[in-house]
């Protein structure tokens, strides 16, 4: 067994479950110690299964319930050194730190951290890999590069950011500043940037794909979906920002 869920995914909080019949990790926790416990509860498990938190970046729709959780119930962390020194993570007891490119075994998974370009002091993004299956994830990249696309090739399953219509970013409500950050090179990937990852054909192996971290202002699930439709045959589907998505098999 080798599966992956959501507890929540957007600009309000994002947490990745990652799991094999003996060990459970959860990447990025932007939820509360309260509501954590109970989007796990409703995926079928307790704080307790979890073995370690990963953390991405140090952006508080990714870490702001990490440094609570992790105390609470003494569950270690691991995390870039850039992220481990934000405030947000230095309160955090117990840290294992977390490099590019260098892979790292927790119980039955092993992890390889890689580089995105992101505006945040470390971020990372992962590939997990457990009896020769692989599942990606990136929650917030503002491109893709070719290294990006080298790390994720043999992947089955691509958790993946699909933040934003440029269309409607365009038009929305937020000011210039906040439109050109996510629109940047550093920001968040479009719709068609997700998609030209998947459309490219480096990954042959790819047969389920999850789109994430979609923006509820400037997005919606209606047009993700048409769109993916139209070029990936394989299984697809979309994590919200109240429930995620339900395990799903790698
Ligand atoms: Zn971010
Ligand atoms: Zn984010």
Redesign the pocket.
């Known amino acids: 067994m080798f599966q992956c869920a959501s507890l929540g995914s957007g600009s309000k909080g994002n947490a990745t479950l990652v799991r094999t019949p003996d060990t459970c990790l959860l990447v990025d926790c932007g939820f509360g110690l309260k509501e954590t416990q109970s989007r796990l509860q409703a995926k079928g498990l307790s704080i307790d299964a979890v073995d370690a938190i990963l953390v991405t ?1 140090e ?1 508080g729709d ?1 870490s702001s319930g990490v440094a609570r959780l992790a105390r609470r119930f003494d569950i270690p962390v691991w995390l870039s050194r850039g992220t481990a020194l934000h405030r947000s993570c230095v309160d955090i007891d117990s840290t294992f730190p977390l490099v590019a490119e260098s892979t790292v075994r927790i119980g039955s998974i092993e992890i390889l951290p890689f580089t995105v370009p ?1 505006d ?1 002091r470390e971020p990372l993004q992962f590939r997990f890999t457990h009896q020769q299956r692989h599942l990606g994830l990136v929650t ?1 990249t503002g491109h893709f590069t070719q290294h990006m696309l080298d790390v994720l090739a043999p992947v089955s399953t691509l958790l993946l950011e699909f933040n934003h219509c440029p269309e409607r970013l365009a038009q929305s409500r937020y000011p210039p500043s906040l439109r050109q950050r996510i629109a940047g090179m550093h920001g968040h990937l479009s719709n068609q940037q997700a998609l030209s990852v998947v459309a490219a054909g480096g990954l042959d192996s790819l047969e389920s794909l999850v789109a994430l971290h979609l923006s509820e202002e400037n997005n919606h699930p209606d047009q993700v979906e048409q769109m993916v439709t139209e070029v990936f045959s394989g299984h697809f589907q979309i994590a919200n920002q109240s429930d995620g998505f339900d395990w799903l098999t790698i």
Do not use: E, S
Request: hydrophobic letters at 15%.
């Open positions: 970046h952006h990714h992101h945040a917030d």
